[in-house]
């Protein structure tokens, strides 16, 4: 007997998952299935998952219950070799290469945000396309609700309060519907917060929502949404976002903490090393899908643009659009495909006409325009939720699904913060001319340097009383005082330009100058360089008694990250700390 | 009419809880509750989560809706004024002081875990006090079986499938029995994982598991576990952890990926820096829970050491026990002395005596010891879960615990790995004698500074194929070459003795350099000095057209870090890349 064809397939989506799924069906293939993560992300559930009315992990399902007898490897793909066909993979837990062999390849990868629509979106925007954006929204709504909560300040108030989302396609609209309908539940449980606090606007850069759906079912949203108190701004562009806010084409800004970009996608950093033919950041494919130029490749999904055969209204060719629908089909498709090459018959050309399309807009809403009829309200809901019930893979997974929603009905939305989004250690972060980014009195949990642009540095001396002022540059760092001692911020740094800082997270700075202890020195130097000897460190904390004090020296804040008082080794080789700031929280990194 | 007294509670635990929900009946008091996170954790429940029987969000409930009324405070202590009687808040958000006044004021941060009892266990040491841990222990568990199922090494699938929990008590006997329970109901999903590849052991100091319940409990449990392949070890000492594996005394080592670890509890680096009288690490108290020399304070639950009046066998006087129902009861009980005291009445000292003890082993089965009778089995299981679902507060949480258990039994339980685990910049890795650290062919995704220790470096010469040897001792480095280039390691380095390292994560040691171009020099003359001019990376890796190749610059790896393209200004400034390894995941850091 023949060697049995091993097909792999690189990405669990839609089209990666039905197509293993269809040649799982023939015995003759050995079927491997490669993703980074071990489950199935079904994609419309998400922003209800964001919106807490199912838990997160009721939108997924593990990619081993839905596929059994299919070999499934959570694992990065590092590189193809399409000659040698083989792929090389790293496990995701041990960094070990391992290489995994194929006959035919399935290149089902899907796409990423794609955050560069405009400066300061990758830095300050939320994007929502997997489980962990869903996760990382709900908490991060829900840290609003609490800082506002309890805040005195009403410009802070306003700010935390004020949530816009970009873009107003599909995705955009369900999201902003969800989060409005979730928000308007919690209320009761914020005592100082009032309905009238809150600001949701919906920014849109066309003349109309949801492109996507027939007019009359966009202007039925429009007005909904609007009813419930959300701000569509509709021909707005965005020309900025920052640590503050977003900024508008015409000058007006628009003060918040919640920037949810819904907005492009684009190739992953894989599919774009894999040096194949591309437009528009999607591969090339034949109308068979096969990718030209490597033989029994394939490719299907978001990441592959496949020539439909048919022509548009001005003439170009159409292409399949990159939907979960288009996406289901083409992984049956590809699946027939290979089958049919392997016995020797020639594929078929790829064909598929929509059926439809459906948006749920929150509070029991939906619209929907289906086989041609177009329906609005709480009927298009209850078919919308029938049909993504229908569509979700896996038996338990719809018995779940149905009880968390049976459960949302009848009990209030949970407000658990289940985890605070941490900052990486080094993040960028992009200012507007007239940011202010420290103030007397604030807490730095990190410092600044800067990439792009220029700030203006006002401190008063402690001594003189006059003000010292210093225009900081490229290369220039600020609060960077915070690394030798913890105290409160004591000038004013404001942005005099569009300007670019990485922030360097203090604790873990800390750790990497006890690896390097040169750059204590180099601290030392720049600071008694640039400043005058009032403002140095050493003379507003007057010394303490440790020799070592001042040092740069390993932290000991939180419980994962202290040092055992009982290890038994040179301890002397240890400096202690400088008083650091240590937090009460029991709350590990990472 | 008075100003309403205001009752300021630190902590949010069984303690805090009740201490508010008592205090809150008395409307003519202000309570305000400042907790780390929004939400109280029901202990008891964790294993559970951690096994995956519940959904992690089931053990927790929101602050806000078990105590409508009082202020909640989602932020971290900084200091307290006792004199001036305020706290210093941080926001959790916005970094800003906000100081809280208080009149009475009761302390209930309970205790964090303490890592400290032998050398690693902090590095490589899993703890399960919070829902982090739960989330974090399950997503890990799962990983080892993704891991374990595609991989060809048999001494990693070993290594993989080798589970250790330190600590024979509560915590440790619910969660080893627990996750037992868990890894046999998912094997059926890994099919190259087989039952007896997998290997749970539980480590005891003491000469018998379950030191707070009867022998006879202990003892069943005991056969229990055995029976379901438990490997239990009394009587043993560990001497440390490494990044491979437990070291027990003796020279055994136990090569495992996973250790879980339950013993020991220590204060909160908040609680140290008060300055209050301690004792075993918990705040001296009088009978009536009063801090003394502090007018108006009080403390309660585990970080309290509360005198009951009482003397135990030795002649010892007996202390509160630090468990869920004395914090109940303490939690009561002060209210009660704080309602007392404003009225003008004395307080009461505590008294109280616990009604019994129950244990969750995984698999059905409890053990139980409640007012003087002992149950083991179903029935004891089945009187554990309806004790905890009468005791985790609110009506809401209730009825989705039970959904969540009905669910369970019925569904097979899900492998969804939620989240993988970030290390974060800079950690710190232990490793024991002969730990290899790196190999050929290991892809290394950062580098490592000695702390403490030496190893030794062999690389093999690519032009003279020789052997090339160094021992690298404190203040040296190794893998630093992946800065320059990720290609695979190429030497081999082994500890030559208990040592530790710091590891930096290379994506963001990546950025820290960007802030700093001087780190860039630092590491070229490093290298240059210390290794043949064969191994440098230049000589290994040819030159590429780019002319800042080779150069430490901004990286670029995945979506959320990727500086987007279409950023205006000044490009010339940002040198190109190194082709560094990139994701394909668009997971985001954080």
């Known amino acids: 007997m023949a060697k049995k064809k091993r097909v792999l397939i690189i990405g669990g989506g839609f089209a990666g998952l039905h197509a293993a799924k269809t040649l799982n069906q023939h ?11 071990n489950y199935f992300v079904f994609q419309p559930l998400l922003p209800e998952a964001a919106a807490g009315v199912i838990a997160p992990p009721d939108a997924v399902s593990p990619l081993r219950f839905l596929l059994p007898g299919v070999t499934i490897r959570h694992a990065r793909v590092r590189s193809i070799d399409f000659k040698a066909r ?61 800082q506002a909560d309890v805040t005195t300040n009403p410009e802070l108030k306003r700010q935390l309060l004020t949530y816009v989302t970009v873009g107003g396609g599909f995705s955009g609209v369900e999201t902003t519907g969800e989060i409005e309908h979730m928000i308007g539940g919690l209320l009761r449980f914020y005592p100082r917060i009032k309905r009238h606090d809150i600001r949701i606007i919906l920014i849109e850069y066309a003349g109309r929502i949801l492109g996507e759906l027939p007019e009359k079912l966009a202007h039925f949203t429009h007005s909904r949404l609007t009813k419930r108190g959300v701000d569509i701004r509709l021909n707005t562009k965005i ?66 643009l496949i020539p439909l055969g048919s022509q548009r209204g001005d003439g170009d060719p159409e292409y399949a659009q990159p939907t979960a629908q288009f996406a289901t089909r083409q992984g049956h498709h590809v699946a027939h495909n290979i089958i049919a090459v392997i016995n020797g018959n020639p594929p078929r050309p790829f064909s598929f006409r929509p059926r439809g399309a459906l948006a749920s807009i929150g ?43 049976l459960l949302d009905h009848f009990l209030p939305r949970r407000a658990v913060q289940l985890e ?42 402690p001594q003189t009383g006059k003000m010292f002022h210093r225009i900081l540059r490229k290369g220039d760092h600020f609060g960077e ?5 913890p105290s409160l911020t004591t000038g004013h740094v404001i942005a005099r330009e569009d300007s670019v800082c990485m922030v360097l997270e203090r604790h873990d700075f800390l750790r990497f100058a006890q690896g390097f202890p040169f750059l204590d020195s180099y601290f030392r130097d720049y600071i008694t360089k640039n400043f005058p000897a009032a403002l140095r460190p050493e003379n507003i904390n007057p010394p303490k008694k440790q020799p070592s004090k001042n040092r740069i020296s390993r932290s000991n804040q939180t419980t994962k990250n202290r040092r055992p008082a009982s290890r038994p080794k040179t301890p002397k080789t240890r400096p202690k700390l400088n008083p650091l700031m240590k937090k009460p929280s029991t709350k590990k990194p990472g």
Do not use: C
């Not at 015995?27 to 993560?37: D, G």
């Open 27 to 37: 015995s003759r293939f050995e079927t491997e299935l490669i993703n980074a993560n």
């Open 86 to 146: 083989r792929a090389e993979t790293i496990d995701t837990m041990q960094r070990i290469i391992t290489h995994v062999r194929f006959d035919h390849l399935v290149l089902a990868p899907g796409q990423i945000s794609n955050l560069s629509h405009f400066p300061g979106l990758a830095e300050h925007g939320l994007s929502m396309k997997n489980l962990s954006d869903a996760y990382r929204l709900r908490n991060h709504i829900i840290a609003t609700l609490e």
């Open 239 to 304: 020309e900025a976002a920052s640590a503050y806010g977003v900024h508008l084409a015409g000058g007006q800004r628009i003060k918040t903490a919640t920037i949810i970009s819904t907005i492009g996608a684009g190739p992953s950093p894989f599919v774009e090393r894999l040096g194949l033919d591309m437009q528009w950041g999607r591969i090339k494919t034949d109308p068979m899908m096969r990718v030209p130029g490597v033989k029994n490749v394939w490719a299907i999904g978001d990441a592959a």
């Open 363 to 405: 509070r029991h809403h939906a619209v929907a325009s289906v086989f041609g009829i177009q329906l609005s309200g709480t009927l298009a809901w209850f078919l919308w939720r029938l049909l993504y019930l229908g569509l979700l893979p896996g038996i338990s997974a719809k018995l779940r699904l149905m009880s968390s929603w």
């Open 420 to 461: 605070q989004w941490r900052r990486p250690a080094a993040s960028y972060a992009h200012f507007v001319k007239g940011d202010q980014v420290l103030r007397p009195g604030m807490i730095t949990e990190g410092f600044y340097t800067i990439l792009e642009g220029s700030f203006d540095l006002r401190i008063k001396n």
């Open 481 to 485: 005082r915070v690394i030798f001692d």
